[in-house]
Nanobody, 118 residues
Framework: QVQLVESGGGLVQAGGSLRLSCAAS????????MGWYRQAPGKQRELVAA???????SYVNSVKGRFTISRDDVKKTVYLQMNSLKIEDTGVYYC????????????WGQGTQVTVSS
């Protein structure tokens, strides 16, 4: 069974930075994608950034140029460096891992709160 544990959330002023980490434990297949989602109050959960085992990366338009996703497969950890934070980046950030081989498995972390103040 795979478990994901996020850390690094907190309160920061607009323009500041935070770095989120998500450590995975258990047996993880190499053919997977790790990503960060966020959910703001009253809004649907959205994909912020994702990275696969080959290093291919995608970002939602609103964070391009400000956020950087990376992964360390030895440590089984994915990171999200968030710079130039805006108030609208506030939300609960969730780590997700999903496998690309069948049967597909999907795992979620418990979430970490990010609050950006003015």
């Amino acid at each position: 069974q795979v478990q994901l544990v996020e850390s690094g959330g907190g309160l920061v002023q607009a323009g500041g930075s935070l770095r989120l980490s998500c450590a995975a434990s258990g047996s993880i297949f190499r053919d997977n994608v790790m990503g960060w989602y966020r959910q703001a109050p009253g809004k649907q959960r959205e994909l912020v950034a994702a990275i696969n085992g080959a290093g291919s990366i995608s970002y939602v338009n609103s964070v391009k140029g400000r956020f950087t996703i990376s992964r360390d497969d030895v440590k089984k950890t994915v990171y999200l460096q968030m710079n130039s934070l805006k108030i609208e980046d506030t939300g609960v950030y969730y780590c997700k891992l999903w496998t690309l081989t069948l049967p597909q498995n999907v795992y979620w972390g418990q979430g970490t709160q990010v609050t950006v103040s003015s």
